[in-house]
């Protein structure tokens, strides 16, 4: 049986100090995934020693890829060019990193082999048909069950297509696996995305040397080149820095200084959400590092206001709402959330989950099929659940800093998938938290 972790975090108290949280989650898939079928070496400082990370490693070293690292962020890989991956000779296990299985159906649908794609029981329940679908119409051959997710099945050998795919969410996973795939269709693949999604995917080929074209919300690459290796610079993730924003804004006394985070535009919605709501957040020394924009972030405590939250900023703060709900409850007054329909189908349904965790802590947060309404007040003690969802679990710690009594988190292991350290980082910053072990 797997161990059990569960916090527990004393009420009150203030964040102080400076810290780097590890690296961007989404740029460390990707790093892995093109290093891989780049020709020549590729070598990553900062990637992201996490669950989900390794998980894509893991995939690539079973196909052939020969990998040194990770060493304290550092990787080097050996790319083994666009057709040399190898078969892998089990099934590849993705844990719960939706990122890993859905841009890995991708660049799977066009390899001369068949794989097979499994992941645990929160990723088993996630939707895939919005990737195999497309990946079907460019000619592949894969089956989900018949609910539409895991275990995924990929025929090799299938000639792919291009395609021009309007999409119907805005999904960054669902365009970076068909902008894979197309890496290696006959034509062109073109994705039109409904609103902004994070471009990791398009600014990491160009830097491996890949043409890709972007006319306002198409993304079109052409089939058939190659990607050369090169060296690339992870900067800290933004969706864990926000953790801190949030913290250091609704905790009376705080000032925290977070080094080095990603700001791509596509990512920081949770800046603009913030400050819309009277946070504090000062963005020091702005720099590009290989591509991504990167700065120091500077946030102090300041009082919250409700707000109605732009649509236009949701697919740009999509991982950030957990957290954001917490910022809500603290908040004066009431603060709205639509169009975020999506986060029903991540880890856990994070609007279900959250709003059933504030109440619980006191809080009258209302779901409704596309968000939720928060009406901030005071937050009790309590005990709340996760459901296994790393980012539920980090928002509910940090709610412990405007709590009235100590906040138990059941089941937290999962923030390892996204935010190894998350707890002793935490800690050092000013939050009294206890992991505690069970099973
Ligand atoms: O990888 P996974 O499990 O899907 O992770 C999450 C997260 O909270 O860490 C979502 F649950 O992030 C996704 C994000 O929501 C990472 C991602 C990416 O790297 O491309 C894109 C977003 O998903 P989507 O479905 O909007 O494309």
């Given at each position: 049986?797997?161990?059990?972790?569960?916090?527990?975090?004393?009420?009150?108290?203030?964040?102080?100090?400076?810290?780097?949280?590890?690296?961007?989650?989404?740029?460390?898939?990707?790093?892995?995934?093109?290093?891989?079928?780049?020709?020549?070496?590729?070598?990553?400082?900062?990637?992201?020693?996490?669950?989900?990370?390794?998980?894509?490693?893991?995939?690539?070293?079973?196909?052939?890829?020969?990998?040194?690292?990770?060493d304290s962020g550092r990787?080097?890989?050996?790319?083994?060019?666009?057709?040399?991956?190898?078969?892998?000779?089990?099934?590849?296990?993705?844990?719960?990193?939706?990122?890993?299985?859905?841009?890995?159906?991708?660049?799977?649908?066009?390899?001369?082999?068949?794989?097979?794609?499994?992941?645990?029981?929160?990723?088993?329940?996630?939707?895939?048909?919005?990737?195999?679908?497309?990946?079907?119409?460019?000619?592949?051959?894969?089956?989900?069950?018949?609910?539409?997710?895991?275990?995924?099945?990929?025929?090799?050998?299938?000639?792919?297509?291009?395609?021009?795919?309007?999409?119907?969410?805005?999904s960054a996973q669902v365009?970076?696996?068909?902008?894979?795939?197309?890496?290696?269709?006959?034509?062109?693949?073109?994705?039109?995305?409904?609103?902004?999604?994070?471009?990791?995917?398009?600014?990491?080929?160009?830097?491996?040397?890949?043409?890709?074209?972007?006319?306002?919300?198409?993304?079109?690459?052409?089939?058939?080149?190659?990607?050369?290796?090169?060296?690339?610079?992870?900067?800290?993730?933004?969706?864990?820095?926000?953790?801190?924003?949030?913290?250091?804004?609704?905790?009376?006394?705080?000032?925290?200084?977070?080094?080095?985070?990603?700001?791509?535009?596509?990512?920081?919605?949770?800046?603009?959400?913030?400050?819309?709501?009277?946070?504090?957040?000062?963005?020091?020394?702005?720099?590009?590092?290989?591509?991504?924009?990167?700065?120091?972030?500077?946030?102090?405590?300041?009082?919250?206001?409700?707000?109605?939250?732009?649509?236009?900023?949701?697919?740009?703060?999509?991982?950030?709402?957990?957290?954001?709900?917490?910022?809500?409850?603290?908040?004066?007054?009431?603060?709205?959330?639509?169009?975020?329909?999506?986060?029903?189908?991540?880890?856990?349904?994070?609007?279900?989950?959250?709003?059933?965790?504030?109440?619980?802590?006191?809080?009258?947060?209302?779901?409704?099929?596309?968000?939720?309404?928060?009406?901030?007040?005071?937050?009790k003690g309590g005990r709340?659940?996760?459901?296994?969802?790393?980012?539920?679990?980090?928002?509910?710690?940090?709610?412990?800093?405007?709590?009235?009594?100590?906040?138990?988190?059941?089941?937290?292991?999962?923030?390892?998938?996204?935010?190894?350290?998350?707890?002793?980082?935490?800690?050092?910053?000013?939050?009294?938290?206890?992991?505690?072990?069970?099973?």
């Open positions: 049986m797997s161990v059990k972790i569960d916090y527990v975090v004393a009420p009150g108290g203030a964040l102080r100090g400076r810290a780097r949280v590890p690296g961007d989650k989404s740029i460390s898939h990707r790093a892995i995934m093109l290093g891989s079928i780049a020709e020549g070496v590729t070598r990553i400082r900062g990637f992201l020693e996490a669950e989900d990370a390794l998980a894509t490693l893991a995939a690539f070293r079973r196909m052939g890829v020969a990998v040194e690292g990770p990787l080097t890989i050996y790319g083994v060019g666009m057709h040399g991956l190898k078969a892998p000779s089990e099934p590849l296990d993705l844990g719960n990193s939706g990122t890993s299985m859905r841009l890995l159906c991708g660049l799977l649908a066009g390899q001369p082999f068949d794989s097979v794609l499994i992941g645990d029981a929160s990723l088993s329940r996630r939707p895939m048909r919005r990737v195999t679908e497309p990946l079907k119409q460019m000619g592949a051959k894969i089956e989900t069950t018949p609910e539409g997710t895991a275990p995924i099945r990929i025929f090799g050998g299938r000639k792919l297509t291009g395609i021009h795919y309007q999409m119907p969410v805005a365009k970076s696996a068909l902008l894979l795939a197309g890496l290696y269709a006959e034509g062109e693949t073109c994705v039109v995305e409904p609103a902004p999604t994070r471009d990791h995917t398009e600014r990491m080929l160009l830097g491996f040397g890949y043409p890709v074209r972007r006319e306002g919300k198409r993304v079109c690459l052409q089939g058939g080149g190659k990607l050369q290796g090169c060296d690339l610079d992870v900067p800290a993730d933004i969706s864990s820095a926000a953790f801190f924003l949030v913290g250091a804004s609704i905790a009376p006394g705080s000032e925290v200084l977070l080094e080095h985070v990603g700001i791509n535009p596509t990512r920081t919605g949770v800046l603009e959400i913030l400050r819309l709501m009277g946070a504090k957040i000062e963005v020091l020394d702005p720099r590009s590092i290989g591509g991504e924009p990167v700065a120091d972030l500077k946030v102090s405590y300041a009082p919250l206001q409700g707000i109605r939250i732009p649509e236009a900023l949701v697919p740009l703060a999509i991982d950030e709402f957990p957290v954001l709900f917490v910022a809500a409850a603290c908040a004066e007054g009431e603060t709205v959330l639509t169009g975020a329909g999506e986060l029903r189908v991540k880890e856990s349904d994070r609007i279900q989950v959250m709003a059933d965790g504030l109440k619980a802590l006191g809080i009258d947060a209302r779901p409704t099929p596309d968000g939720m309404v928060i009406r901030g007040g005071q937050l709340v659940h996760s459901h296994g969802d790393h980012r539920i679990a980090m928002a509910f710690a940090i709610a412990a800093l405007r709590a009235q009594g100590p906040i138990e988190i059941e089941d937290c292991a999962n923030v390892a998938t996204s935010f190894p350290g998350f707890a002793e980082l935490a800690g050092r910053l000013g939050l009294a938290l206890e992991a505690v072990r069970r099973g």
